[in-house]
């Protein structure tokens, strides 16, 4: 069962916030039963989803930062003509999409 603590019951009730459970409540609702036993194998499988779910905002996150930065890059940050901005550019980027691939291939 989920519970919410003190102040995220304060914070629900008062500010009409919404209650959003950690990792941990999470992993403890789907890995037990309702007496709060282990059910075999759930943990490894919580686990493998969590890393699965992980790997995919990692690579999502990379490619909006090379997508930001070439960007950024070429209209601000660099001076000087089109030329030097992609040549300054143009390596940053490609080291950014290419850990945004290594990541969805680790997953």
């Known amino acids: ?30 890995t037990s039963d309702t007496d709060g036993n282990p059910i075999p194998g759930r943990a490894a499988q919580f686990n493998r989803w969590l890393e699965t779910v992980r790997a995919e905002a990692k690579t999502e996150a990379l490619n909006e930062v ?6 950024k890059a070429w209209n601000e940050l660099i ?4 030329q030097d901005r992609l040549r300054v550019a143009q390596p940053i980027t490609a080291w950014l999409r290419a850990r945004a691939n290594q990541s969805q291939e680790e997953k």
Do not use: C, V, W
Not at 14 to 28: L, N, S, W
Not at 66 to 71: E, G, H, I, L, V
Not at 79 to 82: A, N, Y
């Open 66 to 71: 090379a997508n930001a930065f070439q960007y």
């Open 79 to 82: 001076q000087g003509s089109l």
């Open 1 to 30: 069962m989920i519970s919410m603590g003190a102040n995220d019951k304060h914070e629900a009730t008062y500010h009409g916030g919404e209650f959003t459970p950690d990792t941990a409540t999470i992993r403890t609702f789907y």
